[in-house]
């Protein structure tokens, strides 16, 4: 016996557990067909398989790969490739000369990705990287915001335009899944920059804020700084991604989740270098001349937080997210705007008794009009044959009258004679005349 459980609707036509079944004759039992239809759990007599769903789930998804994409947003020079290079382990952004005082200097917002393809325990990942350079580093940066709202939403255009193909075999996601927002260690708030950036683009993409260098802030300072940014955050009602709890889950996931919404936002060392400490160990940080910050170390500042946000734990979520709600809202309002209006009644939910039902209903209102069709045409019918019935009746009654009168003339005649007869008189005068006037004299 097994402790798995499957689940019947009550509305289906097979007997339940209570012995009874679905039959039409039961008047009762049609009249409770509209209301709920318990779930009922049974127990399985055996091992079925379907346990072992999920792990097909996971055959098939690293079979496939997985595609993330990641848009790094901040002034230039706050650690953004650092803190990449970092969080994949690996060079993806390879170091970087300073710019020369001659250089000259972009005038707009640059949008780069970077792709590449790397592989853990067998699966593998499509990451792309989508830098910014250029944003907030000019006189006036009131429209910094605005070519990347159009990246994004470019992003959605071709995921949408994939959709709607013929063959949709091979759709490529390169909708950004994630934007990892730097905010200068100032110390402060938010900038009018940060919080005109996070209010545009709050909608189109998870947002997850962090400090970026929170080396150079002391512990009481970055939780200061913390706290006025959620202030910040909060009053401008601005959607930052929250790791999403679910019921039932056990209590280490719980805390887990905890223990990352209380970073938020993460203030992050970057480094891609490895030091050793005087114990020998080998770690990723930065050394200073009072000693080392390290990385990978939570006393140290929240990366690994962040990582397991981004990359250990919610990167399905993050995907998710963006795809279900993100996306779809998106789509939606695209497709309003361009007068596409959708038909509700498609996904109205269909109760399968109420189906039948209204099938029934339908199918009576069928029968009770043809039955008056059709007693309509017999009407009509009997009507035609009476009508015709009446009209041969006069016309034998017709032909009756006509018969008697001239029987009863024939009979008059009869009489008449057979009374000259009885009389002695001749029965035709004129042929006495003749008869005479033969014998005397024959007129030629
Ligand atoms: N103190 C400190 N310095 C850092 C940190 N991360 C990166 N740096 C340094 O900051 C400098 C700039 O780092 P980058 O990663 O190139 O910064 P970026 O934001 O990618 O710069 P742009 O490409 O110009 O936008 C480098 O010298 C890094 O070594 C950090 O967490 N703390």
């Known amino acids: 016996m097994t402790d798995s459980y499957v689940s019947s609707r009550a509305g289906d036509l097979s007997p339940n557990s209570n012995g009874s079944a679905l039959n039409g004759s039961s008047p009762s039992l049609s009249n409770n067909l509209h209301s709920i239809t318990p779930i009922i759990r049974k127990k399985l007599m055996g091992y079925v398989g379907f346990a072992n769903l999920p792990n097909q789930v996971h055959r098939k998804s690293v079979r496939k790969g997985f595609q993330f994409t990641v848009m790094v947003v901040g002034e230039s020079g706050l650690g953004k490739s650092t803190l990449v290079n970092t969080l994949f382990n690996t060079t993806l952004y390879p170091p970087k000369e300073p710019p020369a005082p001659n250089d000259e200097r972009p005038q707009t917002v640059a949008i780069q990705s970077i792709s590449a393809d790397i592989e853990e325990n067998g699966v593998r990942l499509r990451l792309t990287v989508v830098d910014t350079p250029g944003f907030g580093d000019f006189v006036n940066n009131d429209d910094s915001w605005k070519p990347i709202t159009e990246n994004i939403e470019a992003r959605f255009d071709s995921y949408l335009e994939q959709e709607n193909r013929v063959n949709r075999q091979k759709v490529v996601d390169n909708r950004v899944h994630a934007c990892l927002y730097f905010i200068q260690p100032t110390g402060h708030a938010l900038k009018p920059l940060d919080i005109e950036f996070m209010r ?27 706290a006025r940014i959620l202030a910040d955050i909060a009053y401008h009602n601005i959607q930052i991604f929250q790791a999403p709890t679910y019921e039932n889950e056990d209590e280490e996931t719980i805390t887990e989740t905890e223990e990352i919404a209380s970073k938020i936002p993460f203030a992050v060392v970057g480094s891609d ?10 770690v990723r940080g ?17 990366f690994v937080k962040l990582r397991q946000m981004l990359v250990r734990t919610y990167m399905e979520e993050l995907r998710e997210y963006t795809n279900d709600v993100l996306y779809e809202n998106w789509r939606t309002e695209k497709l309003l705007s361009m007068g596409v209006a959708q038909d509700s009644s498609v996904f109205k939910e269909i109760n399968p008794a109420l189906r039948m039902q209204e099938e029934r209903v339908l199918h009576e209102a069928k029968l009770a009009k043809m039955e008056a069709e059709m007693k309509m045409v017999f009407q009509q019918k009997v009507q035609e044959k009476e009508s015709k019935l009446k009209q041969s009746e006069e016309e034998l009654y017709a032909r009756h009258r006509e018969m008697k009168e001239s029987l009863e003339k024939q009979r008059l005649d009869l009489e008449e004679k057979k009374r000259k007869i009885e009389n002695g008189r001749p029965l035709t005068p004129e042929k006495g005349t003749q008869q005479k006037t033969r014998k005397g004299f024959l007129r030629p």
């Open 200 to 226: 545009r683009l709050h909608t189109k993409v998870n947002l997850i804020p962090v400090i970026a260098k929170a080396d150079t802030l002391t512990d009481d300072e970055v939780a200061e700084f913390k």
């Open 273 to 282: 270098q490895v030091v050793v400490l005087p114990n020998g160990r080998h």
């Open 286 to 302: 930065r050394s200073y001349p009072w000693g080392v910050i390290e990385v990978d170390n939570e006393e140290h500042c929240d």
